[in-house]
Every structure is written in C-alpha cells, then in structure tokens.
C-alpha cells in the first residue's frame, strides 16, 4: 500500500516569493492533517481537514498561508508571501477517521528554505 | 531558536542493550499518548500508543508505561538494535496531537 505521497521533497527560494506543496494521503483516508516542523523539534498542526471541510485552521498564520482539499482526497498548502521564519520542514499525515482509527501516517515531509 | 533546536537530548547505548526515553506531558486532561521514531528525511513513524486508563502497554521489543501522577510517560526498547536510532517523540492527544520536543537514540556497536 503506498504511503502519503508529498512534493516537492525540497523547495529553496527568495524571500517574498510564493510556494506550494502538494500532498496525496492514503486512500480511503478522510482526515488530513498539515504540520510545521522545526529542526530538532515536534511537528506542530498548521490545519487538520475531514474529507473537504477544514475542522481546526486555529493555528495557520491566515495572513500568509492557505489550504485547500477541493475533492476531499489531495491537498495544497500554499505560502505568499515567504518569510526567512518560514524555513522548516511541513509534513502531511492522513489517518482513517473516527470509524477506521485515529493512528497517523506520516508523509517525508517537504523541506522548505527560505533565502 | 535554530541552534537551540539542535541540541536534541541524546541516549547513546550500547547494540543489544535496553533504551529508555522518557518524555514529560503537559496536560492531565489528554486522553491518549503515542510514541513515535523520525529518521532522518522521513515523517514520523508510529511505534505504539496509550490510552489514558491504563499505565502499561507492550509491544513487539517495546513497552510504553504512563505515570499520571508526575505526567510522565516512557519508551523502553529491548534488545536496541542499530535501525532504533532515530529521534523519538512522544505525542499528547487533546483535541489535536502535541508533540514533545524529542530524544536522539545513538546506538554504538
């Protein structure tokens, strides 16, 4: 079974430009998460979708970054514009559900820098 | 900071020995704890979980104890192998998923 799927792996550019980072989860996962993770730190939740509708954005900074899971199955997490703070990795993690178990599976992440 | 960030607490052990990576939580009111490994270029890894109403779990050569009293949970790996090296975050569960801040486990031959 493939696992969450994301790209690019590596992503270097300028501040004040624009960047975008695609996720595919597992199939038949309806919950889809998006998190920052610092170096040498846990990830911490940018946005968590069930199916299309995002449930808790509380901690996605709306002034710079947007989601969106149009169809319920893949996802993009833009940034526009980036700042030099915005240097991390952002991982996706897709779980079944309520009704299929909660468990985490965790994508490799995109490794953003910002110059 | 960056710099702060890298200096991750470390277990170095021995191939072979028993690894425990212990982990403070913050809220008494999470209802359930997941370890998880991260090697390096990789998302993490689910190891094992715990519910909150109970204080021991085992695993294939891992156990995880939950102490509510001191919110203090543990990862004991038996046997530790060189593929356990990696850093290790437990994770709280209230509403969303709270990651501590990780241990490195070195594993020397």
């Known amino acids: 079974e493939a696992g969450v799927v994301q790209s690019p792996r590596y992503k270097i550019i300028e501040k004040k430009q624009p960047v975008a980072f695609w996720c595919n989860p597992i199939?038949?996962?309806?919950?889809l998460y998006w998190y920052l993770q610092n170096l040498g730190q846990g990830p911490e939740l940018l946005i968590r979708y069930e199916n299309e509708e995002a449930v808790d954005d509380s901690q996605l900074p709306k002034d710079r970054f947007s989601a969106e899971r149009l169809k319920g199955v893949d996802s993009t997490l833009k940034i526009q514009p980036a700042e030099l703070g915005d240097s991390a990795v952002y991982l996706c993690?897709?779980?079944?559900?309520?009704?299929?178990?909660?468990?985490?599976?965790f994508g490799p992440g995109t490794r953003l820098t910002v110059l | 900071g960056e710099s702060v960030g890298l200096h991750l607490p470390t277990l170095s052990v021995q191939e072979g020995d028993n690894s425990i990576i212990n982990c403070a939580y913050s809220n008494s009111a999470s209802d359930y704890f997941i370890w998880y490994k991260q090697e390096s270029g990789k998302g993490p890894q689910f190891i094992i979980d715990?519910?909150?109403?109970?204080d021991k779990r085992q695993g294939q050569r891992v156990t995880v104890l939950l102490n509510k009293t001191v919110k203090h949970l543990s990862l004991q790996i038996a046997a530790t192998q060189p593929g356990d090296s990696a850093v290790y975050f437990c994770a709280e569960r209230l509403g969303k998923l709270i990651f501590g801040t990780g241990t490195r486990l070195q594993v020397f031959p």
């Open positions: 715990i519910r909150s109403n109970m």
């Open positions: 199939s038949g996962h309806n919950t």
């Open positions: 993690a897709s779980s079944p559900g309520e009704k299929g178990g909660n468990e985490q599976f």
